[in-house]
Structures are given as C-alpha cells and as structure tokens.
C-alpha cells in the first residue's frame, strides 16, 4: 500500500518532532532536581562535563563512519556527522530501531545503500557494546566489585563480543543478517583495519565519558580509596551498556542512573550521587540536542543525484523511518 505524499510528509515530519519532544519531556520530568543536583555540583563542573560528552559523541560518530567506510561508502565528514547525528534523535523513542531507519533513509539521499548504512549501523552499536563491557570488566573489580557482583549476567556478554569483533566473524554475522533480511550483501568482507579503527575510537569514546561522570565527582565530598578515574570509566561503561541492553528504555532511561548510582557506591552515596546520576543524564541529553542540531545545519552539499540536500529534504529523509 503507497500512502499518498502528503501523508508520508506529514510522518516524516512528526518523527523528528516526536523526538525531539520526547527529548524535552525527558529534561523536564527532572525538574527542580536537575537543577539542584546542578547547584549542588558547580555550573562550572556541569560544562566541563557537558564538553566532555560532545567529544565522546563526536568519537562514537567517527565509529559509525569508519564502520561505514569499511563496508565501503566513505562520506565526507560533515556529510557524515548529519547523517549519525540527526539520525540518532531516533533513540529516545523506545527501541533503537527508529535511530537505525532513519539513518538509513538519510544516507540513502546521500548514494549510500540503506543495507549499507543499516549494517554499519547495527555493527556501530555492537562495537559499543563490547568495548563498554571490556572497559568495565576492567576497570569496576578495582574499584566497584559489588556493582559486577549486581549485573554479572551482563558480562556473560563479553566473550561473544569480542568473537564477533574479529572481521571474519562480524563479516559472516553480518552477511547471514543480511540475508534473513532479503538485503543485497555486502561488496567486500571487513577488515582488520576498519575494524580496529571502529574499536580505537570506541575506547576513545569510552575515555571521554568517563571524564564527564569524573568531573561531576570532583566537586563532591567522596569517600574511600577507589581510584575516582577508573571508578568513573568503568561504572558509566556499565549503566550506559545495561541501560542500552534494556531496549524498552528510552535511551536508558532511568535504568542508566540507577546502575551509576550503584557503581559509585565506593566513593559516594545518597543524594549527592543520585545528583551526580541525574547532572549525567542532563549533559547527555544536552550533548545529543546539541549534535542533533549541528547536524541539522550540516547541509550536505550535494545528494546522490548531484541535486542539493536542504535541511528541510533531511527532515523528510528522517521521518522516513515511520513509513519502515
């Protein structure tokens, strides 16, 4: 069944506005407790943490490219940022379908085939995952053992992560995807290199999100001897990762700070951790409004046809996603 233009539009545009509401709605039902747990940790920590996050973003984009670029459609840098970032508005609906339809539909208006992006996309977020999870395996039995001792079954995902980090075994799991899906295959098998990148910008990723949850804990009166660095990398690769496996939940909503709240028990406890949580989630949200809109405004210069692309078309391409 073809739904009639106008009516395609219509949805097209109400997904991004869907989104973006969902978004808002999200800051909002924190309220006055954002804004206590801001005051309670310095506007000053909250916007270092904030840049800490725009730089872990800009790191997990560069993971989906190089992803991208290994299956063999290399974009432009700007042409890329727009497509990952307005696309991953999609994640603060349930699921994280929507992110991956209409960072397919948006790559598509720039020549990339959609199995393509909708590859590198799922691949993107499998990356994350077991670089998370290696970074916790690593850094919580120093320093939050109990929170390991909560959530063991996560790690019981590791080792099959990291099997299907390896190209061949990513190549294959990829190609049967493919084809339970009826999509073209892939033109070529990943590489080691391609691969390695993906996972080199991760940990990066990774780094800089650590930093963000250690420059809110600074202000704090912590306690013990845990080695607030590594307590921070290792306890938001945690929430982020069992918050992202909980795919009912927003953007991990809710599941994230409880799991962040927990693993910074070593060092802090009660309201000023749960502030800490919440000041997170804030800056994270920000973070991705912030992207989301720079990646409006990064007009790409042309589309598959040479035609230009305005921010208007993207919208539309993005809103796609409800017709899939």
């Known amino acids: 069944m073809t739904l009639p233009g106008w009516l395609r539009t219509a949805l097209r545009v109400a997904f991004l506005v869907v989104a973006v509401v969902v978004i808002v709605l999200t800051v909002g039902r924190q309220g006055a407790g954002l804004g206590d747990a801001v005051a309670r940790t310095g506007v000053a920590a909250a916007l270092e943490s904030l840049l800490a996050v725009l730089a872990g973003l800009f790191a997990s984009a560069m993971v989906w490219r190089a992803l991208l670029t290994d299956l063999g459609s290399r974009l432009p840098l700007r042409?890329?940022?727009?497509?990952f970032f307005l696309g991953q508005l999609g994640k603060y609906l349930p699921g994280s379908v929507f992110a991956v339809a209409a960072q397919m539909e948006l790559g598509r208006s720039q020549g990339v085939p959609r199995s393509r992006v909708g590859a590198a996309s799922l691949m993107f977020m499998g990356v994350l995952v077991a670089a998370g999870l290696l970074v916790a395996s690593v850094a919580l039995p120093l320093t939050s053992p109990d929170a390991l001792h909560h959530y063991f079954w996560v790690l019981a995902v590791l080792p099959v992560g990291l099997v299907c980090l390896a190209p061949p075994v990513l190549t294959r799991v990829v190609a049967?995807?493919?084809r339970v899906l009826r999509r073209d295959p892939l033109d070529r098998p990943l590489t080691w290199r391609g691969v390695g990148t993906a996972v080199a910008w991760a940990?990066?990723?990774w780094a800089a999100y650590g930093i963000h949850v250690l420059l809110l804990l600074l202000p704090q009166h912590t306690t013990g001897s845990a080695s607030l660095p590594l307590l921070s990398l290792g306890a938001y690769a945690l929430a982020w990762t069992v918050g992202f496996l909980f795919l009912l939940a927003p953007a991990g909503a809710l599941l994230r700070?409880?799991?962040l709240v927990l693993s910074l028990a070593p060092v802090l406890h009660g309201a000023p951790a749960t502030g800490v949580a919440v000041v997170s989630r804030g800056v994270m949200t920000l973070g991705d409004l912030l992207w989301g809109g720079?990646?409006?405004?990064?007009?790409?210069?042309?589309?598959?046809d040479?035609?230009?692309?305005?921010t208007v078309d993207s919208v539309q391409q993005l809103g796609k996603a409800a017709d899939a």
């Open 257 to 259: 700070e409880t799991v």
């Open 79 to 83: 042409t890329a940022l727009h497509v």
């Open 294 to 304: 720079a990646g409006a405004l990064m007009r790409p210069r042309s589309g598959a």
């Open 306 to 310: 040479g035609a230009d692309v305005s």
């Open 203 to 205: 940990l990066a990723m």
């Open 176 to 178: 049967a995807g493919l």
